[in-house]
């Protein structure tokens, strides 16, 4: 079965620190990659995704993600973090074979002003 | 636009009753989906429709759990018996169809059984 693996449940950072979280996935074909955000009292929102073509990819706010088929990736990355980053993010899979979008256990974001 | 909405945003109920949580898509979507978030989890798949098709189950953790949607638009999922461990946040979602993700989430629906 489809699964997705956030090794890191909670990161503490201060501001202007660097920013990279784990996401592995086990389904070896086709697979559409996401990391979504959900900011304290909010509801989920996309953050970036990736379907195809260049494996880096950029989203709102600064993020960006690297796609590493080999490795079964798809880090989420920041140069700087800010207070306002402070929220939790997932990774999501959809695979055309699983038929579904399979969420990480997520990671809590929190950044010390 | 309006996005996605769900009620109740919180529902208290005593165990052993049941509990209906609506969701209204966004206007045009044909996917729908429910998931279910608890404390330090992911989010968990429960049920997913698509148009006119018959909906994936798959997730559903026991027959107590039941979902429809009405027209191709509202989805009520259906909550029977409630039992302490169904207590999670009930997110719904939406897409324009299947193939063309990203999901659309609304609020969710904090359900705490007493």
């Known amino acids: 079965a489809q699964s997705v693996s956030q090794h890191n449940h909670h990161v503490i950072l201060s501001e202007a620190a660097s920013l990279e979280l784990g996401c592995n996935y086990s389904?070896?074909?086709?697979?559409?990659l996401f990391w979504y955000v959900q900011y304290p009292g909010q509801h989920l929102q996309l953050l970036l995704k990736?379907?195809?073509?260049?494996?880096l990819v950029k989203g709102i706010k600064g993020f960006e993600a690297e796609f590493i088929k080999s490795k079964f990736s798809f880090n989420l990355r920041k140069p700087s973090v800010q207070w306002s980053d402070t929220a939790e993010y997932f990774c999501a899979v959809f695979s055309g074979s699983a038929r579904q979008l399979t969420f990480g256990s997520g990671t809590q974001l929190t950044v010390l002003p | 636009g309006a996005g996605v909405s769900q009620s109740p945003s919180n529902k208290v109920t005593e165990k052993g009753k049941d509990v209906e949580l609506r969701c209204d898509p966004i206007s045009g979507h044909t996917a729908l989906y429910w998931y279910r978030q608890s404390l330090g989890q992911g989010l968990e798949f429960l049920i997913y429709f698509q148009g006119n098709s018959a909906p994936d189950k798959s997730g559903l953790p026991s027959d107590r759990f039941s979902a429809e949607r009405t027209g191709g638009s509202v989805s009520t999922l259906t909550i029977q018996r409630t039992q302490q461990e169904d207590s999670a946040v009930y997110l719904c979602?939406?897409?324009?169809?299947?193939?063309?993700?990203?999901?659309?989430f609304g609020n969710g629906t904090r359900l705490t059984v007493t």
């Open positions: 990736y379907f195809s073509g260049d494996p």
């Open positions: 389904y070896g074909g086709t697979v559409n």
């Open positions: 979602a939406s897409s324009y169809d299947r193939g063309n993700l990203p999901l659309h």
